[in-house]
Every structure is written in C-alpha cells, then in structure tokens.
C-alpha cells in the first residue's frame, strides 16, 4: 500500500489542512508527519492570536531565539512540563498586532518561570 501521512488521514477538510500546513494560514506552525503539527523552528518573537513567542532550532518554545536543549549533563536537572494552552503560555505574554514590540518581557510561562527559579536556586545544574 502507499503511504499515507497522519495529516491526510486525519485531517480531512481543506480548510483545516490548510490551518496547519499552509505557510500563509498558519502562522505559528507547520505540517508534521507524526505529530499533525508543530511549532515553526527559529521564530524571533513571532506574534500569533495575541501571544508573542520565540522558538529554537528544535521546534520548541524559548525565552531567547537560539536557546537549545542539548543532551543532559550529568548532575543536570530535567524538568518536562506537559500540558494545553496554559502550559504552552497562550496570551502569555500578551500582545496587541498593532503594537508587537510593546509588550511585559517578565510575564513568562509558568514553565519557563520554574525553570529561571530552578537555576537561580541550583547554580550551574
């Protein structure tokens, strides 16, 4: 049999394949064979639905463009949040399309808040 991808099996309408697959509708994200869809590597505080953000090389949400994960280090601690929206920091911080640079660069996500207290309280772990 031919292979079929996860976006076409799943997502059925043009409308919706569009949301997540067309560079100019979505914004934010892009197709994925496994995952349906993904965040867009390297966005520099990107603005979608409210919600300023910036990515890595690997697809995931940093405070700073270019802030990898890279492999654990012995004696390094790892924390995984995972969650919905609350935790992905929708709206968090807040911005307004009219004014993308005028925004509160001290409201985070809460995850990304754990992790500023963590390496405050456990230098160089």
Known sequence: MDHVSSLDLFVVAQQQKAQVADAKQSGIFEGDP??????KPNLDKAVWDFTVLSTN??????????????????????????????????????????????????????????EKQLRAANPGR
């Open 57 to 114: 090389s690997e697809h995931l949400r940093v405070e700073h463009v270019g802030e990898l994960v890279g492999s654990k280090q012995p004696g390094t601690i790892r924390i995984v949040c995972l969650g919905d929206s609350v935790t992905f920091g929708f709206r968090v911080p807040v911005v307004w399309p009219d004014k993308p640079t005028e925004f509160d660069p001290e409201w985070l996500p809460f995850p990304m808040l754990i």
């Open 34 to 39: 496994l995952l349906l869809w993904r965040l």
